[in-house]
């Protein structure tokens, strides 16, 4: 087996889009709201704040000292909501590196997780934190480059206010995360193309199905998601590895999700639901003989 330094995984803390749902009838996917963490070689980094976000601190708290990379999509309120409860921002010693895009208002990520911690909407301020933060506004497009030789790319998704697609790489790995973003139709967004071009694990922000998303009475048009549908046509268009179908509606039950995985395992078959617990670990083979390259394996457990 590799070491941790070796390895990059991907696991989900929270999968959910719009409002946490927990409840008898989402058990087995769960009902927190975005957070995935990565381990890329030696570095943690977390990608959304939602109420997932919380239950990644309570595992944190036998690591401590943490130090990791925090990157926000967007700063509505599913995204960042788990950011005041996230136990490990309170600890001295702790150190968060802080992600975010200037939203079109003019805001930063520091600005905005600021506010949303203020008097009459929480009871403690994010100056309590006593962690070290330390705020990066991005300009989107840019390319973030971290430690251990980790390039994060970024680009624009379609989205009410605006939201940042990321594609992690490292080595000969690439992971693209693309939540919240609305497909266009008549044609695959160039933006999502490029963050998800020949990548190991395609993440893919569908919501909706095709019938939610056109239907004449409650059309889902404009509200800023796509459809697994979509997902599919994106991730056979950049010639993706593996899909994982994620921000699942919160009226979409754990019936409801097994039948979506059935129908996009039959388009897909190379995809999986993401569900809370779920880890994909990419893992570089050792070569069969000196004359070929080590190849990767994906090895999902949840």
């Known amino acids: 087996m590799a070491s941790t330094q070796d390895q990059f995984t991907v696991h989900f803390w929270g999968v959910r889009g719009s409002i946490a749902c927990p409840g008898a009838e989402t058990v087995r996917y769960g009902g927190n709201t975005p957070c995935i963490e ?76 600021n506010d949303q911690m203020l008097h009459p909407n ?8 006593g962690a070290q933060l330390e705020f990066h506004d991005i300009d989107i497009g840019d390319t973030i480059k971290l430690g251990d030789g980790i390039v994060v790319e970024t680009a624009l998704l379609n989205h009410p206010g605006e939201a940042v697609g990321y594609r992690v790489n490292w080595q000969d790995y690439a992971v693209a995360y693309i939540s919240d973003t609305e497909h266009f139709p008549d044609r695959l967004d160039e933006n999502v193309l490029k963050l998800a071009g020949n990548a190991n694990v395609l993440i893919y922000d569908a919501t909706y199905t095709d019938e939610e998303y056109h239907s004449p009475t409650t059309s889902k048009k404009g509200w800023g998601h ?22 699942h509606d919160p009226l979409h039950n754990d019936d409801f999700l097994d039948n979506v ?7 897909f078959p190379n995809s999986l639901m993401a569900r809370e617990g779920l880890s994909i670990q990419l893992v570089a083979s050792p070569p069969m003989n000196t004359n070929s390259s080590p190849a990767s394996t994906i090895e999902v457990s949840s």
């Open 122 to 129: 929480f009871p403690v301020p994010l100056q309590v934190m």
């Open 38 to 113: 990565m381990r890329v070689g030696g570095e943690r980094l977390i990608f959304d704040g939602g109420t997932g976000l919380r239950v990644l601190g309570q595992s944190l708290l036998s690591q401590l000292p943490v130090e990791a990379y925090l990157f926000f999509t967007h700063s509505h309120w599913d995204h960042i909501q788990g950011f005041p409860f996230f136990v490990p921002a309170f600890i001295k010693g702790n150190r968060f590196h802080v992600y975010g895009a200037v939203s079109p208002n003019g805001a930063t990520i520091e600005q905005r997780l």
């Open 226 to 247: 796509s459809t697994w549908q979509e997902a599919v046509k994106v991730a056979k268009a950049a010639r993706a590895e593996k899909l994982v179908i994620f921000h």
């Open 261 to 267: 995985g059935e129908q996009v395992a039959r388009a």
